[in-house]
């Protein structure tokens, strides 16, 4: 956990860290107070697992508790993914259901986490609506198993269209960079495996819409009402591979199918609250 996590975390507990309502540092400090977090694929079991669904343009269909979108389950024969790049617009946010403080979603392209769960390396954007009404966006990086971090200095807004970029030089080490193409302004940072046991195998990549966790738990799923990646391709050592065969992932809750996903092409991957 970095320092300023720990002071973070350590003061709230404490309540000696005043955190004004409504502000997007508040909203931060509280987000890694809560150990903010993607986790690998929850995988929801049931009889409509793997059948086809019309309108999706794939005979691979999932539903998971925490991700919707498309998954590269596996790469060429005798090769593993060392990058993955995606493109999407932020979107507008409304509240989703129930009555909440607030309601969220995540945005991002990573590398492994489904059929491979010891690690994922990712970036993206969150999307939270407050029940006043106050839209916030947060843009982050993670190497799972540890938390997410914010990248600092980086604005995201409704309407801006950022680019993201996954590329791992070893199992071990990896760099992502999210660039804001309506701005401008771009990030990076580059990052090594938390410990020994998380490094990356390169067997998944994936363009998702996420139910993110805090404090281990789903928190509430935000109406992000439809997010398209776009420029969607994963390479390995000597091939780029495409979305043609990728599983599309729709997020079941409580019996309920909360998405509806369809492969546009075999580089745009469209992800839609319903």
């Given amino acids: 956990m970095k320092l300023s996590l720990f002071l973070a975390t350590a003061l709230l507990a404490t309540g000696s860290l005043s955190r004004p309502s409504g502000t997007k ?12 977090g993607s986790k690998p694929l929850v995988p929801v079991f049931d009889d409509e697992e793997k059948t086809d669904v019309a309108g999706n343009n794939t005979a691979n269909v999932a539903y998971s508790s925490n991700w919707s979108g498309a998954v590269l ?17 932020v979107p507008s946010v409304s509240k989703g259901t129930g009555s909440q403080s607030s309601w969220s979603s995540s945005a991002w392209v990573g590398i ?12 993206g954007v969150d999307f939270t609506i407050s029940s006043s009404g106050t839209v916030s966006y947060d843009s982050w990086y993670e190497w799972y198993p540890d938390y997410a971090y914010d990248f600092s200095n980086f604005a995201v807004h409704t309407g801006d269209v950022i680019a993201i970029s996954i590329v791992s030089s070893s199992s ?24 020994s046991s998380s490094t990356l195998a390169g067997q998944n990549a994936e363009w998702i819409v996420e139910d993110f966790d805090e404090n281990n738990s789903e928190v ?32 079941k809750q409580n019996s309920k199918v909360l998405t509806t996903v369809t492969i546009e092409s075999d580089s745009s991957v469209q992800i839609t609250y319903v």
């Fill in 172 to 195: 071990s080490k990896g760099t992502v960079t999210l660039a804001n193409k309506t701005t401008g302004k771009s990030v990076s940072k580059t990052l090594s495996a938390p410990d």
């Fill in 220 to 251: 509430p799923l935000s109406d992000f009402h439809t997010v398209t990646f776009t420029g969607a391709s994963a390479k390995t050592a000597s091939e780029t591979v495409g979305l043609s065969g990728a599983t599309v992932i729709d997020l």
């Fill in 112 to 123: 492994d986490g489904d059929t491979y769960g010891n690690a994922i390396l990712q970036a």
């Fill in 25 to 36: 540092l508040a909203d931060r400090l509280n987000r890694r107070a809560l150990a903010r």
């Fill in 73 to 89: 389950e596996s790469p060429p024969s005798g090769q593993s993914f060392k990058s993955a790049y995606g493109t999407f617009t």
